[in-house]
């Protein structure tokens, strides 16, 4: 039957080697980013690792924004499902006045200067939330900040989303996309980032708990590939020994750059979805696929490969 031949069952054994992609050509069945309910995500823990099972992933990392608290929920939905979960998060920082976001893949969990860096995460979304519904009621959103906390529908920190959905609600703007162009989006009235950490501090707390920095989806800050390699710079000095390659669908000409701005570099390349909701632009396990390159694949990395690498 072709489902089973197009579609590799997470029993199907690795492929051999081959000089095509390099350590890429294991890179079926992974994907190193994706959102729960326990940040802006649609879909529980449990419920994700469903999904990523139903698509045919095997070694995932679930990555929220500022946040493990989903970790113990998928760790054991995976652990059922025979798939290898990683932990993981996404760490929001600023570098040049921009928000630049690290995911951290966390073989040990929070560890160290970490876990007092997740509690001042927690403290400045709380704070930020209390600022952007302060403005966001001064473009005409009245109680904007009970609004957004209803769209949550938890008591987990408030992200920007929780904001746009209110505004969609209460017929501010037609939809999300246009609350983000509007209101929310980088240099907007409502994107207020002045409370996070630097880039290089977000860096160290992963570090100092034994996991891999990983710089997210590099190609989704506006910049010219000079000032890309600017950010790619700052980030190796201050520690960080990866970058997203692929992060969901992206043209391949520009992929093979990136490549070659990460091999100058000596970064590890990561792989993932960036997955949020299901019937969005991406589902788990949905990118790219790698052009051939030199480099390295995450899983690879001597932090990571007794869990990650299937040839190791
Ligand atoms: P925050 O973590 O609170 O800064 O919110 C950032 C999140 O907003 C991102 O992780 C995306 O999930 C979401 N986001 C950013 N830009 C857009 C957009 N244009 N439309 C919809 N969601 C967006
Ligand atoms: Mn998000
Ligand atoms: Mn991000
Ligand atoms: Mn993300």
Redesign the pocket.
């Known amino acids: 039957m072709p489902m089973n031949e197009t579609h590799a069952s997470p029993a199907t054994p690795a492929a051999p080697s081959s000089p095509e992609t390099g350590g890429f050509d294991d890179a079926q069945g992974i994907d190193l980013h994706m959102?729960s309910t326990a940040?802006?995500g649609a879909l529980a823990p449990a419920a994700l690792m469903a999904l990523c099972r139903e698509r045919g992933l095997t070694r995932v990392a679930l990555t929220d924004?500022?946040t493990l608290d989903g970790v113990a929920e998928a760790r054991d939905a995976a652990a059922s499902l025979g798939m290898t979960l990683l932990s993981g998060l996404?760490l929001?920082s600023q570098w040049q006045g921009l928000?630049i976001?690290v995911v951290g893949l966390l073989p040990q969990g929070a560890q160290g200067r970490l876990v007092a860096g997740l509690e001042a995460q927690a403290q400045a979304?709380v704070t930020?939330g209390e600022e952007i519904a302060r403005r966001m009621e001064k473009l005409g959103l009245p109680d904007a900040l009970a609004k957004a906390r209803a769209q949550a529908g938890s008591d987990r920190p408030?992200?920007?989303?929780?904001f746009?959905k209110a505004m969609v609600a209460d017929g501010l703007v037609k939809d999300?996309?246009t609350?983000?162009?509007k209101y929310?989006?980088s240099g907007k009235r409502g994107?207020v980032?002045a409370g996070w950490p630097y880039l290089s501090e977000v860096v160290e707390w992963i570090n100092d708990a034994g996991g891999v920095a990983v710089l997210a989806h590099p190609l989704r800050y506006g910049l010219t590939r000079r000032k890309r390699g600017l950010l790619l710079d700052a980030f190796t000095a201050a520690g960080g020994e990866a970058c997203e390659l692929v992060s969901g669908f992206q043209n391949a000409d520009v992929t093979r750059d990136l490549a070659r701005q990460l091999d100058e570099r000596g970064l590890y390349g990561s792989l993932g979805s960036?997955f949020?909701f299901p019937g969005g632009p991406v589902a788990p396990g949905s990118m790219s696929p790698v052009p051939r390159t030199a480099l390295r694949p995450v899983w690879q990395h001597p932090r990571l490969a007794a869990i990650l690498d299937r040839a190791a």
């Open positions: 959102h940040s802006d924004h500022d996404e929001s928000n976001h979304r930020r408030l992200g920007r989303p929780d746009a999300m996309g609350a983000f162009k929310l989006g994107d980032k960036d949020h």
